[in-house]
């Protein structure tokens, strides 16, 4: 049987609680959500934006809950409740205690990921980097704000050898705490890019936003920043007002310290040669992508600084695939016979990952006959140029030899409207409406790439596509290369 998480008493004590009732003298794991909570778990009462944990406790409990954290101030109105409470005075305060006693207590060598775009999937590929290495502990989802970053931390095992934290932000300021609290040995910036205009006067501004990161980074830490950016010499320089004094560059830039020599992009993967602080490495991405092509120069780099092996680190790489909403390919079963590929980028949108996932559409090659169907939706919080950015993507549309654009969402009503008219598929102003259009449209051999974000609802038009035409997983690439 695997160590607790925590004890009981180690726990309250490092929130600083007060224990009601019988408790259980282990924790078994961390939760927020009474609907998956698993027995033996502690149950956090978070408030949320449109929801109050509190609410949830007593079901938290009768599913097995070994404990609720509660606040001080919601204790009477929770009734009668059967089983062990730990009474605090702000919930997610005691969550932010827990994680900083976490990393205390912790021998892990830590790594710590931002960036406009890239966020994620760096995060997964660094952890499947280094798990030849080791215990590695991660969050498979994308949880990068002000609770999912120490909701992560107070989950990380004392036996870990690795953690690996995303850090996501849409103000200024947000970064900051969440980084002091990981304390990073490595700090990646994957890019800069327009994300968030509405929240800022300029990208500049979002690159030192960004760049808080540093911050946060243990003495002798290392910052890893991507030298093809523009905005390299802006987060350099913030990084040496941080008190940073090594800094690693990543990219095609001849001084790069993580260089790219050679990339071979595939329909279904790349093969990569680089140089990762001196050392040549040549390994296979199972995933396409130019992108993430050049996140996995800093991954590499990363590993090297934490103090992993490089070789088996890069032939981990061959072995990992795109995830739901982030590339993952599904093949759909065409009326009439036949099947059409659907790629799956329905996971959030800005202008970067947009260029970035069209690239990728393509790249694929369709069977015979086929197409390329691109199926957009809006990109949210850009502000006054919000309008010029969606048309921008026409250019993007036309170099990847896309056959036919559909559109869903007011602004991309801007798009819409500077497409060629042989590219104009359908647009309506809601995902819902659109879907109709996609699904009727597609024919044998097509490939589909869907993309917008989160607010647009393309995850809802990517599930009625799976669930009106039959989708069954495509498999890992990676398993039918040479």
């Not at 870990?160 to 609290?181: C, D, Q, S, V, Y």
């Not at 092509?293 to 032939?315: I, T």
């Amino acid at each position: 049987m695997s160590d607790p998480l925590w004890t009981f008493d180690d726990m309250v004590s490092a929130m600083k609680g007060r224990p009601i009732g019988a408790h259980p003298p282990a924790i078994g794991g961390i939760s927020i959500d009474s609907r998956t909570i698993l027995p033996g778990e502690a149950f956090f009462a978070i408030r949320g934006d449109t929801f109050d944990g509190h609410d949830f406790a007593g079901r938290a409990l009768s599913a097995g809950a070994a404990t609720a954290v509660v606040s001080e101030a919601r204790l009477s109105s929770l009734g009668k409740v059967s089983g062990s409470l730990v009474v605090v005075d702000d919930v997610l305060g005691a969550l932010e205690k827990l994680a900083r006693a976490s990393r205390a207590r912790s021998v892990a060598r830590v790594a710590a990921v931002t960036g406009s775009v890239g966020k994620t999937g760096t995060k997964e590929m660094l952890a499947r980097a280094l798990a030849p290495e080791g215990e590695v502990h991660y969050s498979p989802a994308s949880f990068n704000n002000h609770w999912g970053v120490p909701l992560t931390l107070a989950r990380m095992p004392a036996s870990a050898r690795f953690g690996i934290f995303e850090i996501g932000m849409n103000h200024a300021g947000e970064i900051e705490p969440l980084t002091r609290l990981v304390a990073p040995h490595v700090a990646i910036v994957t890019t800069v890019e327009p994300v968030h205009l509405e929240f800022f006067e300029g990208i500049e501004d979002i690159a030192r936003a960004k760049a808080e990161i540093f911050l946060g980074l243990v003495p002798d830490g290392v910052a890893v920043v991507n030298a093809d950016n523009p905005h390299a010499g802006l987060l350099i320089s913030q990084a040496r007002m941080a008190g940073v004094r090594r800094v690693a560059t990543f990219g095609e830039a001849r001084d790069a310290d993580a260089r790219l020599d050679v990339a071979k992009l595939k329909p279904e993967c790349s093969c990569v040669s680089a140089e990762i602080l001196g050392e040549k490495v040549t390994y296979k991405l199972g995933a396409p992508g130019r992108h993430l092509v050049q996140n996995s120069l800093a991954v590499l780099a990363a590993v090297a600084l934490l103090g992993g092996d490089l070789a088996s680190a890069a032939l981990a790489l061959g072995s990992m695939s795109a995830p739901k909403g982030r590339g993952e390919r599904v093949r759909l079963a065409v009326p009439g016979g036949g099947k059409a590929t659907l790629i799956d980028e329905s996971y959030n949108a800005n202008p970067a990952s947009m260029r970035a996932a069209i690239a990728i559409l393509g790249q694929a090659e369709p069977a015979k006959q086929g197409r390329r169907i691109a199926v957009l939706g809006d990109m949210r919080e850009l502000g006054p140029a919000a309008s010029e950015l969606h048309a921008g993507l026409a250019a993007d549309l036309v170099a990847a030899r896309v056959d036919l654009v559909f559109l869903a969402g007011p602004l991309m009503r801007a798009l819409h409207d500077v497409l060629p008219a042989t590219l104009r598929g359908g647009y309506a102003e809601t995902a819902a409406d659109l879907e109709p259009m996609v699904a009727g449209g597609i024919e044998r051999g097509d490939v589909i790439m869907v993309k917008g974000s989160n607010a647009s609802g393309m995850w809802r038009l990517v599930d009625s596509l799976k669930a009106e035409l039959a989708a069954e997983a495509d498999g890992d690439p990676a398993q039918d290369l040479a």
